[in-house]
């Protein structure tokens, strides 16, 4: 099953001379369950087209499809609830609110949306994350490990088509880094979860079934893990 379909992708800053042609054409699918590492140098267009699957930005031309949707033909509060609903992000940063506690941190999507968290899933999450003696911790109190695993389990929360990272261990050492890349594909196994990461980071593309190359806003390449790992 496709749950991300992308068709003649292009994204234009500027016009004239500080015209920019960050996406150029670009097309591609995602199966459910897949594990998709994008990747590329500075500038390739890679976060570009992340911050439009995530639907914070808005394609120039061309059709973003997720779980059937077409986002392009959502109205700004339509497209918003969709991205709250469908849509997991993690950043580099961890944007976590400073003065609310870990479990708060985690349902706050979920309160957000105007419902009840699933307690069920809440304590799976804490537990898989590793935060069970942390769940009334401040963000400021745990480490950086620490918080990014709160940012996985915040884009879990609502059970995402799709779990979109941006470079989810740029800001962290060698050893959590490992162990961010272990969670990231334990969920993938175990719930099927569609994860889709831009990442710099060699050791998440070795551990990617699929590796998209992104060069001067085109794809140049698009290897599956046999491939990969050839």
Do not use: W
Not at 147 to 162: D, E, K, T, W, Y
């Amino acid at each position: 099953m496709k749950i991300l379909e992308i068709k003649n992708l292009c994204k234009v800053y500027g016009e004239g001379e500080t015209r920019v042609d960050a996406l150029k054409n670009i097309s591609f699918d995602v199966d459910q369950g897949e594990f998709v590492a994008v990747v590329g140098p500075s500038g390739s267009g890679k976060s570009t087209l992340l911050h439009i699957l995530g639907g914070v930005d808005i394609p120039t031309s061309g059709v973003v499809r997720i779980a059937g949707t077409d986002i392009g033909k959502l109205d700004e509060n339509k497209l918003a609830i969709f991205r709250r609903r469908q849509i997991g992000l993690i950043y580099q940063f961890y944007n976590l609110i400073p003065i609310l506690n870990v479990e708060e941190n985690l349902t706050l999507p979920i309160l957000l949306d105007g419902k009840k968290p699933d307690q069920k899933l809440l304590e799976d999450l804490v537990e898989k994350l590793g935060l069970s003696e942390r769940r009334s911790h401040l963000p400021n109190q745990l480490s950086g490990g620490q918080q990014q695993r709160v940012s996985i389990g915040r884009a879990l929360m609502n059970h995402p088509a799709l779990l979109l990272a941006d470079e989810p261990t740029g800001n962290l050492d060698t050893e959590n880094s490992k162990e961010i890349i272990a969670l990231l594909r334990k969920f993938n196994r175990e719930n099927n979860q569609t994860v889709i990461i831009i990442t710099h980071d060699e050791r998440i593309a070795l551990a990617a079934d699929r590796v998209i190359t992104i060069e001067d806003g085109r794809i140049t390449r698009d290897t599956k893990r046999a491939e990969v790992n050839a």
